[in-house]
């Protein structure tokens, strides 16, 4: 009898004890979401770019045993890290995973960029008075930026753009290193022997942009890649 009211005294012991579980508090989650948000964006992130990872997880997680658990986070899907991102969370424990919890990261990128100081009509070539340089978020910035103001000073408005307004790529177009009718020195390469010749440029163009030019020695219009604002390099 009385190893039976011992028995029965265990097993109304092991029932009536409350079972124990490890606690992940809803800061370690957002902590763990933030430290894997900035080491995946370490690579690309660029000098004097700030980042900011808004997780809004407030719910402790319960697990049982007493393990100590173990955070891993992942990305579900891909894309640009620009704001609301869906991330998965597991709980691993001894190397097994335990629970799998869906959360979203409010991820932003800012930097300066150079914004319009003023009201700048289509036409209008920019000098640096009209430009400033302000903080940004530049995720929906799908049409590119300066980050510089000495980029675009000589630009032209391909449009009209609002004072505060960012001045996109499209919208700022870079000053034309080679004008029409200039002097230049046109080069060709081939075979390992490099060949000069003056010749005038017949139409504008950016550095990078192919042109056509007029050879000084034999009069031929030509096409070529300009260099800088004195040399075209002639296309094969």
């Known amino acids: 009898m009385r190893a039976w009211v011992g028995t029965a005294g265990l097993v109304l012991l092991a ?24 080491a995946e964006l370490a690579s690309d992130i660029a000098a004097g770019e700030r980042v900011t990872v808004d997780c809004r997880w407030q719910q402790d997680l319960q697990l049982p045993g007493l393990a100590e658990p173990q955070l891993e986070v992942r990305r579900v899907g891909q894309g640009e890290w620009s704001g609301p991102t869906v991330l998965q969370l ?15 990261a409010d991820v932003r990128r800012f930097r300066l960029v150079v914004v319009a100081g003023r009201l700048i009509r289509r036409g209008e070539t920019m000098a640096p008075a009209d430009l400033l340089l302000q903080e940004r978020p530049i995720g929906n910035l799908t049409d590119g930026y ?36 200039a002097a230049v ?30 050879s000084a020695a034999s009069s031929k219009v030509l096409y070529g890649q300009v260099a800088d604002a004195a040399t075209v390099r002639m296309s094969p």
């Open 90 to 104: 597991t709980l691993m424990a001894a190397g097994r995973p335990l629970r799998h919890v869906s959360l979203t």
């Open 146 to 181: 300066y980050a510089d103001c000495g980029e675009v000073v000589g630009a032209r408005a391909s449009r009209t753009i609002g004072a505060g307004e960012v001045l996109s790529r499209r919208a700022a177009l870079p000053a034309a290193a080679v004008r029409r009718g």
């Open 15 to 38: 029932i009536g004890s409350p079972v124990r579980a490890a606690t992940v508090t809803a800061a370690a989650v957002v902590q763990a979401v933030d430290a894997y948000v900035r």
């Open 185 to 214: 020195l046109l080069v060709a390469r081939g075979s390992g022997i490099e060949a000069t010749t003056e010749g005038v440029a017949l139409e504008d163009g950016v550095i990078g942009a192919r042109i056509r030019v007029r």
